[in-house]
């Protein structure tokens, strides 16, 4: 039944330990919230999934395959961060097109392919501007295109909302989740905010220290914390 498994992951820099034993089960089309405080490893455990970092131990697999060995652009993982870094000499267009360029998907396709995302994030008639001509939260959302054009097999997304203002990131949370359940993409996000985790997910991983603490759905999270910490970083949610 599970998509993505992780098991027995362990991830130091030198003598810095992040993690020594995570274990998770995400199913497909699921969107997992990895909530936690700031410096618990949420980055570093994406990083890991993405290929971005080198895991020290553990197994990582997705759809059955061994993740481990393949290299970050050959796991067909597409990832998200806060800091949108959009090429600012490259139109809307361009930017979201230039994956696929890598891919030598054939141009006819590539335009379709185009088009289609930016129509999923409401940006059609954005394609040929450049990115300071946009506001912080359509950036965001030509980062988003840009990762859903290559049809990724899991999406990553790193407090994606983070930097942008509370009216704005209400707006792209719902966008986000429309877009991921209309393609029933299998999804990791990643934040920090209570709010953003209580509202958005099927399932939230609450991560302290490098470890999971908790995995529930809000209403679990909310009502039944298992322990003083959950209670409390929930808690402080009103
Ligand atoms: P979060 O995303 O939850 O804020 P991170 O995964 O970024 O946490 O960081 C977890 C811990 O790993 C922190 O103590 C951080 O300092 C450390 N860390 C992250 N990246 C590196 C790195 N490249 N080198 C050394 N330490 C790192
Ligand atoms: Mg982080």
Known sequence: ????SIRGLHKSFGDTQVFSDINCEVAKGELITLLGPSGCGKSTLLRC????????????????????????QTRQIGMVFQSYALFPNMTVEQNISFGLRMQKIARDESG???????????????????????????????????SLVTRPRLLLLDEPLSALDARIRKHLREQIRAIQQELGLTTIFVTHDQEEALTLSDRILLMNAGRIVQSADAETLYTAPVNAFAAGFIGNYN
């Open 112 to 146: 379709r392919r185009v088009a289609e995302v930016l129509e999923m994030v409401e940006l059609g008639e954005f394609a040929r501007r450049y990115p300071s001509q946009l506001s912080g939260g359509q950036c965001q959302r030509v980062a988003l295109a840009r």
């Open 49 to 72: 999934i993405a290929g971005l970092t080198e895991v020290n131990n553990g197994q990582l697999l997705l759809d059955g395959e061994d993740l481990v060995p393949l290299a970050p």
């Open 1 to 4: 039944m599970s998509y993505l």
